[in-house]
């Protein structure tokens, strides 16, 4: 049986689409399909009793056209730091097996390529993610009007689970694994609070 869950942390995405990424508005992708990488920094979570306070998820994928058409293709690599009891909660979670925002994103995958539990190292602050030898990527704010805070986009299709978002592009962006390769830099970047809970 399902145990209750909830998760809130920071959220850091690369894609292929030019910046300001398309599928915020239901659109198709810049490149009619899209490359993309999201990050969870989990500040605070909970699995029943099991605590998941600190660790990270991140999921790769390929979506074919439309974001919200589905048909990915995707792997999901978890924080190699937890424990058995947190590794269950993780794949439980994350996997989209007790419903919430995780559910929602698995319903569009169609391929999944894989679950390995790697390092993950995240800097919230400089908006890095990094797998060694499997992907890397830092996201610089795309200025606003005043120049001193980025392009916040609000009330989107992934609210309230996650957002508002900040807009920005990939300095260096790329992932290389499953027979699966490309390379963001130059491309959208976004980074949010996310929270998320079920069943």
């Known amino acids: 049986m399902a145990q209750k869950w909830s998760l809130q942390g920071n959220w850091i995405n690369s894609c292929s689409c030019e910046v300001g990424c398309p ?71 994350m996997g989209g097996k007790v419903g919430g925002a995780p559910a929602m994103l698995a319903s569009l995958i169609g391929t999944m390529k894989g679950l390995k539990y790697v390092p993950i190292k995240i800097d919230v602050k400089k908006h890095s993610v990094e797998v060694p030898n499997i992907l890397e990527y830092q996201i610089e704010p795309t200025e606003g009007a005043n120049k001193k805070k980025p392009i916040v986009v609000s009330n989107h299709p992934l609210e309230p689970a996650v957002g508002p978002i900040n807009e920005g592009k990939g300095s260096k962006a790329w992932y290389k694994d499953y027979g699966l390769s490309f390379d963001n830099k130059g491309k959208d970047g976004n980074w949010a609070d996310f929270k998320f809970s079920g069943p």
């Not at 099991?50 to 979506?63: E, F, P, Q, R, Y």
Request: glycine share 12%; net charge neutral; with cysteine.
């Open 23 to 93: 599928c915020l508005f239901y659109s198709d992708p810049t490149k009619g399909y899209c490359d993309g990488i999201d990050a969870f920094h989990i500040v605070k979570g909970t699995y029943g009793k099991v605590k998941l306070d600190g660790l990270n998820a991140v999921m790769a994928g390929k979506s074919p056209g439309n974001f919200w058409k589905g048909n990915w293709t995707a792997a999901l690599y978890l924080d190699e730091r937890a424990n058995k009891e947190q590794r269950e909660a993780l794949e439980t979670v």
